[in-house]
């Protein structure tokens, strides 16, 4: 258990719609990254929040948006959901003071199917 | 970007013998480079990883090694089990304005046979 918790852990729902995933981080850490795996494509990093400010994005689509609150847990909100976007989605946390190279602890991961 | 290779998709091995599974990337200014493994539903498990001043490091039965020079990383399996079975995923990271990202390898499923 890597402490890092993540829901729900299955969500299914139908194109057009939109869904939030929750993720909070190991007690401790200030940045929560996001990451989406799908068979094709890998694990992609989509972005990164450090005490609420996000600080990098990297492939996020924009119908996909996320933040950090001051308790530290994240969501990401995805909207106008297509097929496509079915995969898993998962949040890693990290540590991340300035200045170092921290390890990222990732969470068990939202399935997320759209029909 | 950075770009993470790596090599092989799949790897089949014997109970009891070694694996070795290859990484390369292409921004030399990345210098951190973490090794996951992923079990059928669950998320990425961190089991090692290695920083840039360093050229080799060992867990027990894992280790790994990095070549700067030619931008190339290693996870070394020895005496492998059956439950070293999963999906094994490369990554490296490079700092964007003080933090870090990581960009992942596409992974390879390691099968060890009893």
């Known amino acids: 258990d890597s402490g890092v918790t993540q829901t729900p852990k299955h969500l299914i729902t139908a194109t057009g719609q939109r869904v939030t995933l929750r993720c909070s981080p190991r007690?401790?850490?200030?940045?929560v990254y996001w990451y989406q795996q799908s068979l094709d494509q890998g694990l992609q990093f989509l972005i990164h929040y450090y005490n609420g400010e996000e600080r990098a994005k990297g492939n996020i689509l924009e119908r996909f948006s996320a933040q950090q609150f001051p308790d530290l847990h994240s969501e990401l909100n995805l909207s106008s959901l297509e097929l496509g976007d079915s995969a898993l989605y998962f949040c890693?946390?990290?540590?991340?003071?300035?200045?170092?190279?921290?390890?990222?602890?990732f969470g068990p991961g939202t399935r997320l199917t759209v029909t | 970007g950075e770009n993470v290779e790596q090599h092989p998709s799949t790897l089949s091995v014997q109970e009891g013998d070694s694996a070795v599974i290859k990484c390369t990337y292409s921004d030399s200014a990345s210098n951190y480079f973490p090794w996951y493994k992923q079990e059928l539903g669950k998320g990425p498990q961190l089991i090692i990883d290695?920083?840039?001043?360093?050229g080799e490091k060992k867990d027990q039965r894992i280790a790994v090694t990095l070549n700067k020079t030619a931008k190339h990383f290693s996870l070394h399996i020895t005496e492998t089990q059956p439950e070293d079975s999963a999906v094994y995923f490369c990554a490296a990271s490079i700092r964007n304005s003080g933090y870090s990202t990581l960009t992942f390898g596409k992974g390879t499923m390691l099968l060890v046979s009893p």
């Open positions: 290695i920083r840039s001043n360093v």
């Open positions: 890693a946390s990290s540590v991340d003071q300035k200045g170092g190279q921290y390890e990222q602890y």
């Open positions: 007690s401790g850490d200030l940045s």
